[in-house]
């Protein structure tokens, strides 16, 4: 079986690759293709990749190609992990956005919609070329915006375009393991909403749902990570467990406070810090995998560091940081679900079609989904509260409005995405963060 991975050479691809090494089932991945436009990029990934599959006498293949058409040929799936711009892009995302008083994280806010806009043109090329080259492909989202990129390419792919996000099943098992589960992984999470919006409404351990007692136990409450990051007297008032990304929401200022007076923005501590490690991997004689590893470390260590600053939360501790980072093995329980028409359970970015009534069947949302050879099917869930319904909404229309800037070239629909956003709330800030966009941006000039 083929596995191809576009964004080939970016840095997160080694986690996957390593993932792959302990299969030994029927349906197996033989062969990696990574795709990338960075030759150099390429080259040193694929080095650590080599020293991965060290002892491994049936490691999966693994080729290099700078030519999409020829990464798409014959793949059986296909991982989009790419980055328009590449961090260089993203840190200024933040730059422009923070100077204007309002959040530039990569998928939220200003910086998500500027993300989404230089990324959609590609996207909606590459949906194309996988329809033509390898319609009977799989392909499996994790290029973010995830849930905003999902949508676009299902324009051209369907439902064979399922979109992966790694937070809430950490949320879960952080959430499981709070309350004393031997096996995290086998609990039930009722888990509703978009990508990097979403909330825990439920955890059925043995059958029984143990939020209740949960939310009835502060000190249960504040012993996690996300606990610790909204603080138990809020999650009580939810009634929900939020993924971490609404702490953007539920704390805008406290969090944009904090990534100003940050030393440097996330998206730029990443850019040097890659830097550095591609940098060295010029020298052959640099160990590869340990190089690789170490700067890995260092990077799931001060994720979300501003937001844990301003909520007084302290530094991420080694449970969360065991649950946390585990994309790829999300997209390889989906793979192999697929390939072996074994049932699964997992949440994931999927069409609507009649699970949230409050959005149209074509809208992707996230949400637990029965998985198995014919793909992902999502669960039937309660309705949203009234608070989370409206979040909802607002932030689909901001996405569709995103989706019909990237489609029509339209400064205007651009605009509207982002004076939409509640996080923006001021036309006039709207306007001016297009037309600086566009300034820094080569792959905007587009929006006329």
């Not at 996988?130 to 849930?147: M, R």
Request: hydrophobic share 45%; glycine share 10%.
């Amino acid at each position: 079986m083929k596995l191809t991975i576009l964004g080939g050479g970016g840095f997160r691809v080694p986690l996957v690759y390593g993932a792959l090494l302990g299969d030994r089932a029927e349906g197996r991945v033989t062969g990696v293709t990574l795709y990338d436009l960075d030759a150099g990029r390429l080259s040193a990934i694929a080095r650590v990749l080599a020293e991965q599959a060290a002892g491994h006498p049936d490691a999966p293949a693994v080729t290099v190609t700078t030519d999409l058409d020829e990464a798409l040929r014959g793949a059986d799936f296909v991982f989009s992990a790419i980055r328009v711009g590449g961090l260089e892009g993203r840190a200024a995302d933040e730059q422009v956005a923070l100077a204007k008083g309002v959040l530039g994280q990569e998928t939220v806010g200003a910086g998500g919609i500027a993300y989404g806009l230089r990324t959609l043109p590609v996207v909606d090329h590459i949906g194309r070329r996988v329809a033509a080259l390898a319609p009977d492909a799989w392909f499996i989202n994790f290029t973010n915006p995830a849930g905003l990129v999902t949508e676009a390419m299902s324009r051209h792919l369907g439902d064979r375009v399922i979109g992966i996000c790694d937070s809430p099943v950490g949320l879960g098992r952080r959430v499981a393991r709070a309350l004393g589960a031997t096996r995290p992984q086998d609990a039930w999470i009722d888990y509703v909403g978009l990508n990097h919006l979403g909330w825990l409404r439920g955890l059925h351990i043995d059958g029984r749902d143990q939020l209740p007692r949960l939310l009835a136990d502060r000190e249960l409450l504040g012993s996690f990570e996300e606990g610790k990051l909204f603080g138990p007297e809020w999650i009580q008032s939810l009634g929900a467990v939020p993924n971490e990304y609404l702490h953007y929401y539920y704390f805008n200022r406290e969090a944009v406070k904090a990534y100003r007076e940050a030393q440097q923005t996330r998206g730029a501590f990443l850019r040097d810090q890659q830097a550095r490690f591609y940098d060295c991997m010029r020298d052959p004689a640099a160990p590869a995998l340990r190089t690789w590893d170490d700067t890995r470390a260092e990077r799931e260590a001060t994720y979300m560091s501003e937001n844990r600053e301003a909520a007084g939360a302290g530094e991420r501790d080694e449970a969360s940081l065991s649950e946390s980072g585990g994309y790829e093995k999300v997209a390889l329980a989906l793979m192999r679900a697929i390939a072996r028409d074994e049932r699964a359970t997992l949440i994931l970015n999927v069409r609507n079609r009649t699970t949230l009534p409050i959005l149209d069947e074509d809208a992707v949302i996230e949400v637990p989904c029965l998985v198995d050879g014919n793909g992902a099917h999502p669960v039937t869930v309660s309705p949203l509260p009234g608070h989370a319904a409206g979040l909802v909404c607002a932030i689909k229309a901001v996405e569709r409005e995103v989706l019909a800037a990237a489609a029509s070239g339209s400064r205007s629909a651009a605009i509207k995405a982002f004076a939409l956003h509640p996080l923006i709330d001021s036309v006039e800030v709207a306007r001016r963060l297009v037309d600086e966009y566009r300034e820094v941006h080569p792959g905007l000039a587009y929006l006329t």
